[in-house]
């Protein structure tokens, strides 16, 4: 079955229903979807309304596309053993925080501003061609990896649990 979108409008995926046991779609302006996932050449994107529901909806080895600044308050959690780029597109992600609890958890976040909390608990977090704005904090706790590729910078803690903190790239 085909759906056909008007111009100017995204069909974005719904959480799964409990209920009819079935995913659905709604149609929002194209300015209204804050994030895609391209799946290959034959693949329609797959838009998303938040960042956290693409984040959701991602598969191994793909990448989450930015559509506008993310100024919700997404608290993104990484909680499965999965490998994924977040490209900002150069747009910066206002508020909210990136949160990995997976030990196999691989995340890497690439070009754009980010104005809130990374932490990373296990697992790593990638963070490359990304600006620090004014407040943004970096955790690492526990077997938790942040890595700044631009600097070469890796930040971990020690046994006792007392988080890495780096402020505007300092």
């Known amino acids: ?8 409008y995204v069909a974005v995926k719904n959480k799964y229903d409990e209920e009819l046991k079935t995913d659905s779609i709604s149609l929002y302006p194209e300015e209204m979807a804050a994030a895609y996932i391209s799946r290959g050449r034959n693949w329609t994107p797959a838009y998303f309304r938040t960042l956290v529901d693409a984040v ?3 598969k191994n080895r793909e990448t989450v596309e930015l559509l506008r600044d993310v100024v919700g308050d997404e608290r993104v959690v990484v909680a499965e053993a999965k490998t994924f780029t977040i490209d900002m597109n150069g747009f910066t992600w206002k508020q909210g925080s990136l949160y990995t609890k997976n030990a196999d958890a691989v ?7 980010i104005a809130k909390r990374v932490r990373s608990d296990k697992g790593q977090i990638i963070l490359t061609n990304v600006s620090a704005a004014e407040g943004m904090d970096f955790y690492a706790l526990g077997s938790g990896e942040i890595l700044v590729t631009d600097d070469f910078f890796r930040s971990r803690t020690d046994d006792r649990r007392r988080p890495s903190s780096v402020r505007n790239g300092e």
Do not use: K
């Open 56 to 58: 959701a909806d991602v």
């Open 107 to 113: 995340v890497t976040v690439r070009d754009g501003t």
């Open 1 to 8: 079955q085909t759906l056909r979108v008007p111009r100017g």
